[in-house]
């Protein structure tokens, strides 16, 4: 596949790939150079209750929901080698959609193949529960049941990622899928649709529709025929969805922002520490949850620290996603890059000090796409907007603290709570910091690591429900009491 072969695709509804009803299209655009990449149907909510009534039918006429666990996994565990075998071209269409560069591309498709085996794995793992029955001669057993059919709704960033984190367990489990990509990342999500028809998921299972959120996304969340809707994306759009879904009391599960700040005290180790500040934020441009955007340094070493950080933000090279020199690549879209200027004016206007950045490059071959210069920004204050709210871009801001106490205080203070991260060599203060930190992922002496087995997802307002490891699964199914008496 060439980086510039524009593309038409169909979306899949009811084991058909089709066009949108009116034949409406989107032109999907390469964030390098704004080159239109591929052409993909543009659906509404007729096309959304289409693939939901071929959810409703697959999971209430079945076979999907009712075949034994280790026959559903298999197919699962298949999806997941179709994924190895298909990597490369995979990794493209991500940095295609996306602009990250093709190696980070490649990590997200080795995680996308290991979801799919790990939840493979856990398919036919739980056998239920015998429980014990205060009533003589009765027996209570406990089990889990498939919820029923799933509207998936992922956000750009992490097209394919997030998109796995849903589908995976969702099928493991014994549900029917609705996915809705973003409408500017949707081909890698149209790909996995490809391979799940290829791995032998039945007609109707898997469907995916293609259109705006307001629209597809507003039916999924809706629809009386959806039992549970699976979410990422912003605060915003999650508090729309709360809404909708309210009407037929829905399970939801919603992965929201997160603004999540990365302490480090003045007994850290400097140069990891360094090194993951960087890491933290400027990976695909500052455009993940759980960015390091907030970074927090301790009297001692503050000024060294952010002198050093500077050196190296400076040094950060951009390009296209395709370059294997290029570190980092655009933001998503002209839109994204208008509201992170944005935010670039506002901490200036705040007091905030601009240490480097601030600006779109000059450089002559980064003109036509969505480019930002990594930035820096130091002497903020917990109130400003900087700190408060997710710029989702590459741009971080640096708070001086000078007390334990009042690092936890400020890291704290804030409506989210994805992620969060310290670094310190002191064990006393490990633990305390571990357990005052209130987010639902706490990093110590690292930054932005997960893995498939571990739960994610936030306190506070960054979400409801945890995605991955067991509760992942047990988040796509209902508790059963089964009483007996003889
Ligand atoms: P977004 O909220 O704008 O859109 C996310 C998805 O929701 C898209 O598919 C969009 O089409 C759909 N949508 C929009 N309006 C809708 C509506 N009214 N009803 C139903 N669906 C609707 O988010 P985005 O800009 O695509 O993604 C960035 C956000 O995602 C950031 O806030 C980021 O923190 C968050 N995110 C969170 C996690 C996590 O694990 N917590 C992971 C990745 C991204």
Redesign the pocket.
């Known amino acids: 596949m060439s980086a510039r072969e524009v593309m038409e695709k169909k979306m899949f509804v009811d084991g058909q790939w089709v066009d949108a009803d009116s034949g409406a299209i989107t032109d999907i655009l390469d964030p390098y150079d704004a080159s239109v990449a591929a052409r993909v149907p543009h659906a509404g909510r007729e096309e959304a209750r289409r693939a939901i009534g071929a959810a409703r039918r697959a999971f209430d006429q079945g076979p999907w929901p009712h075949m034994a666990a280790s026959e559903r996994a298999a197919v699962v565990r298949r999806i997941g080698d179709l994924v190895v075998r298909d990597r490369e071209e995979l990794a493209r269409l991500e940095t295609l959609d996306t602009g990250k560069t093709v190696e980070e591309s490649r990590w997200d498709m080795d995680d996308v193949s290991g979801i799919f085996h790990y939840f493979a794995g856990l398919a036919d793992k739980d056998g239920g529960e015998v429980i014990e029955s205060p009533m003589p001669d009765t027996s209570s057993v406990v089990v889990r049941e498939p919820v029923g059919v799933c509207g998936q709704?992922?956000?750009?960033?992490?097209p394919l990622l997030?998109a796995s984190w849903k589908l995976a367990p969702a099928l493991a489990a014994g549900c029917t899928v609705i996915m809705?990509?973003?409408?500017i990342t949707p081909l890698t999500t149209i790909k996995i649709t490809e391979l799940c028809e290829e791995a032998g998921v039945p007609a109707g299972v898997v469907n995916t529709v293609l259109g705006?959120?307001?629209q597809v996304?507003?039916e999924?969340?809706e629809s009386e025929d959806v039992d549970l809707i699976s979410?990422?994306?912003?605060?915003d759009?999650g508090k729309?969805?709360i809404r909708?879904a309210s009407t037929n009391v829905k399970k939801m599960a919603l992965?929201?922002?997160?603004k999540n700040p990365n302490i480090v005290f003045d007994d850290a180790d400097f140069e990891l520490a360094l090194d993951h500040a960087l890491n933290g934020v400027f990976f695909h441009a500052g455009q993940i949850?759980s960015a390091g955007a907030r970074l927090m340094v301790q009297d001692a070493i503050h000024d060294e620290f952010v002198d050093a950080l500077e050196a190296r933000i400076r040094n950060i090279r951009l390009g296209c996603g395709f370059d294997d020199k290029t570190e980092m690549g655009p933001v998503i879209s002209a839109e994204h890059l208008a509201k992170v200027e944005e935010y670039v004016d506002v901490a200036q206007k705040e007091g905030a000090r601009l240490r480097c950045g601030g600006a779109r490059p000059t450089d002559p071959e980064l003109q036509k796409g969505w480019f930002y210069l990594p930035t820096l920004f130091d002497r903020c204050e917990n109130d400003m907007r900087i700190v408060q709210e997710?710029v989702?871009g590459p741009v971080i801001s640096v708070e001086r603290f000078h007390t334990e106490e009042e690092a936890v205080q400020r890291a704290n203070a804030t409506v989210y709570g994805?992620s969060a991260g310290f670094w310190t060599r002191d064990p006393d203060r490990i633990h305390r910091v571990s357990r005052a930190l209130r987010f639902g992922t706490v990093w110590v002496n690292d930054f932005n690591v997960y893995f498939v087995q571990a739960p994610?997802g936030?306190y506070k307002q960054?979400?409801l429900g945890r995605e991955l490891g067991r509760m992942g699964l047990e988040e796509y199914t209902e508790v059963k009491h089964i009483y007996q008496n003889h």
């Open positions: 709704i992922s956000p750009w960033n992490y997030q809705k990509p973003s409408e705006a959120g307001s996304g507003a999924l969340s979410f990422t994306g912003g605060i759009t729309r969805i909708a992965e929201l922002g997160g949850c997710e989702f994805l994610w936030g960054s979400g």
